[in-house]
């Protein structure tokens, strides 16, 4: 029998990918409408979003393991099959409770189909087609975020909120009949044996600090024992994880992938922009609504510019590193997002509307031209046995880091603004200010890695492999 072609791979694995991508920044605008349909408070509200954000955190670093006993496919399948089940569950939910556990079942779902994803497409492409590839679903993943509050909205105007559950059903069942007759054969079971309290370790390190980062929203929050000791609690895991790994002869993470240099300039320049993308997200908004006084809708169209600006720059970046490698494409990138970031520190009050969406889509750009494809790039440098460990290790690192990172903005803001709150604008701005500069600082510190990105031995490849 002929195999399928390899975009109908890419094609069914992006079903999957954008309708979770998609999915999750829909249910942002529902937020109101659950909070009225269950009488909710502020804090159980927030776990609609928090309880899929750790569930998935959680299940991530399994994600090696159970593809190696049960193959990338059955796994992948595997997860969307459990995507499914949790949106009916979400669309037939009664109370709260029943939607938190939807929330979690798609969380888990997701944990296993994110890192699959690009271990799946790099299975069926050479490593001299990947960039143009990986940058066309890149460009779906990066949009979706980007649109999806704008179809939640869409949906509520005319249905209730169970309908944004219930839109992946369909979705994602096609997915599944595509995915049996597509997807690559699982190749056979490896029998490594499971590390629990490496897991046990791990689950609860990402879990506790997913946790406490989404509870620290004020300086007091900060200054809370409870916060403090679940913060330390999670350093206290991860920290016991990585001494444990490094001791195990078949570790649940391979930690020794970051010995390839190539791969861990990779997940440097990766966290660095993740960082930039997720400060934007929520340094954006505050600009242009509470500082420049803007509507809601302007910031819409700002955070859709810089996602279409992503997406068209990373299949150029994407073609680009197939043809002449990663420095130049990456190098660019970083030096584009890094001088449009510190540029909207520059902004005041008074600044035109339009200098926003310039630096905004130059940001996209930027972000285009370097993050999936020194992703692709990092992978490519690991021996083919250690894709799909390679692809959980950035998805882990860039979620941690940027979640911490959010807290110290949020954080530094409260710290600015004193207790004035947004009364003051100028100050307000300032503070922002501080921000943006700060992060577009820390991306062009990234800068050395991808110029010196690339010229690794063989033996540093090997080096990752646990002896």
């Known amino acids: 029998l002929m195999s399928p072609p390899p975009w109908l791979v890419v094609v069914n694995v992006m079903l999957g990918t954008v309708t979770v991508s998609l999915n999750n920044s829909a249910l942002n605008p529902a937020i109101p409408a659950f909070i009225a349909a269950f009488d909710l408070g502020p804090v159980l509200a927030s776990w609609i979003m928090a309880a899929f954000m750790a569930s998935m955190g959680m299940t991530m670093p399994l994600t090696g393991y159970l593809s190696q006993r049960l193959g990338r496919k059955t796994l992948y399948l595997s997860g969307l099959a459990l995507f499914v089940a949790g949106s009916l569950l979400g669309a037939l939910a009664q109370s709260i409770e029943a939607v938190l556990a939807a929330r979690v079942i798609q969380g888990m779902a997701s944990g296993l189909m994110i890192p699959l994803s690009l271990a799946i497409i790099f299975s069926v492409y050479p490593k001299e087609l990947r960039g143009r590839v990986t940058g066309l679903w890149g460009a779906a993943v990066m949009l979706a975020p980007a649109v999806g509050p704008l179809c939640g909205s869409l949906v509520l105007e005319f249905y209730r909120w169970p309908a944004l559950f219930l839109i992946n059903v369909p979705v994602g069942l096609l997915g599944l009949v595509l995915g049996l007759k597509v997807l690559p054969a699982s190749e056979p079971p490896k029998k490594q044996p499971f590390d629990l309290l490496a897991y046990l370790l791990i689950a609860s390190g990402i879990g506790l600090l997913l946790v406490t980062t989404g509870r620290l929203q004020t300086l007091a929050s900060l200054m809370n024992p409870v916060n403090q000791g679940m913060l330390l609690a999670a350093f206290s895991c991860l920290g016991g994880f990585v001494w444990l790994t490094l001791r195990r002869r078949f570790p649940l993470l391979n930690l020794r992938l970051f010995n390839q240099s190539a791969y ?31 509507s809601a809708i302007w910031t819409g169209l700002v955070l859709l510019a810089t996602a279409v600006f992503a997406s068209l720059f990373g299949q150029i970046g994407g073609r680009q590193l197939d043809r002449k490698g990663p420095q130049g494409t990456v190098s660019l990138g970083l030096l584009l997002t890094g001088l449009a970031t510190m540029g909207l520190g520059l902004i005041t009050p008074d600044t035109a509307i339009v200098w926003v969406f310039v630096l905004m889509a130059v940001r996209g750009a930027g972000i285009g031209l370097s993050y999936m494809p020194v992703t692709t790039a990092g992978i490519n440098a690991l021996p083919e046995n250690m894709v799909t460990e390679g692809a959980v290790m950035n998805n882990i690192s860039r979620r941690l880091c940027a979640s911490l990172a959010l807290v110290l903005a949020s954080l530094w803001l409260e710290f600015r603004l004193g207790g004035s709150g947004f009364n003051h604008p100028e100050q307000y701005a300032s503070a922002i200010s501080d921000v943006f500069l700060a992060t577009g600082g820390l991306v062009l510190i990234a800068l050395p890695w991808a110029l010196n990105f690339g010229g690794e031995s063989v033996a540093e490849s090997t080096a990752a492999e646990p002896s």
């Open 264 to 294: 861990r300039s990779s997940v440097v320049i990766a966290v660095v922009q993740a960082v930039g993308m997720f400060e934007s997200l929520l340094l954006a908004p505050l600009l242009i609504q509470l500082v420049m006084g803007y």
